[in-house]
């Protein structure tokens, strides 16, 4: 089984300052791991995604995230946030091993409310 | 979300009517998903189509039936709903649908079931 999991359903943070969006996730194989950003009324935007390589992965819009596998965690950071960074942002694991046919799953989701 | 459209955008319909999604994508991806999002709980995902052919159904009710007739179009139809299936349903697409390929939303159709 697979499953993911946003700690917090919301999260504020003053313009300008750092911003982190939490993710754990629990897969039985090797973890593909993906953040997407969804704004009122519109679908889900691919942000960025961890597959093999690097922990930290550098995405859209200035976001990057951290892949720590002893945590389990892939969180979703960007140095300075901007009011227009408020949405919704949903993490989202499959299994990437070979075979898999497992789905993406969402957690989810969590408010991001960037305050000017 | 440019390059997959869907309509319609909104949608209100009572218990027996029968009506149709569509979604089209733009993108020459050859796998397309249905997804049903409801306030406050994750995306769950209803159907999967790869290469025209459908390979998962989330143990959905019979009520939604899906329809892929090529790779660039994917309708839900949808009959006899229940109130409780008033959600945003979102359609995406990707190059397949066992790749690490992400996915490409749609905007949604918001549904409401009266």
């Known amino acids: 089984a697979q499953s993911v999991a946003q700690p917090e359903d919301q999260v504020n943070v003053a313009e300008g300052n750092p911003l982190t969006v939490k993710c754990t996730y629990s897969v039985s194989g090797n973890p593909y791991l993906f953040w997407y950003v969804q704004?009122?009324?519109?679908?889900?935007?691919?942000?960025?995604?961890?597959i093999t390589g690097d922990n930290l992965v550098k995405g859209s819009y200035g976001f990057e995230a951290e892949f720590n596998k002893s945590q389990t965690s892939f969180h979703l950071k960007k140095p300075s946030a901007l009011v227009s960074d408020s949405a919704l942002y949903?993490?989202?694991?499959?299994?990437?091993?070979?075979?898999?046919?497992?789905?993406?799953?969402?957690?989810?989701?969590?408010?991001?409310?960037v305050l000017p | 979300e440019t390059g997959v459209t869907q309509t319609p955008r909104h949608l209100v319909m009572g218990m027996t009517n029968k009506k149709s999604l569509k979604c089209e994508q733009h993108l020459g991806h050859n796998a397309m998903y249905w997804y049903k999002q409801s306030a406050k709980k994750?995306?769950?995902?209803?159907?999967v189509y790869n290469f025209k052919e459908q390979t998962e159904n989330n143990s959905v009710p019979s009520r939604f039936s899906p329809e892929c007739p090529n790779s660039s179009h994917l309708f839900l139809h949808l009959h006899t709903l229940q109130p409780e299936d008033s959600a945003l349903y979102l359609c995406a697409s990707s190059w397949d649908s066992s790749s690490y390929n992400e996915q490409f939303f749609g905007p949604g159709t918001r549904?409401?079931?009266?």
């Open chain 1, 90 to 113: 949903f993490c989202a694991v499959r299994d990437g091993t070979s075979g898999s046919a497992r789905q993406l799953t969402f957690g989810s989701g969590t408010q991001l409310t």
């Open chain 2, 111 to 114: 549904l409401t079931v009266l």
């Open chain 1, 39 to 50: 704004y009122p009324n519109r679908g889900l935007q691919f942000l960025l995604k961890y």
């Open chain 2, 42 to 47: 994750p995306l769950e995902l209803m159907f």
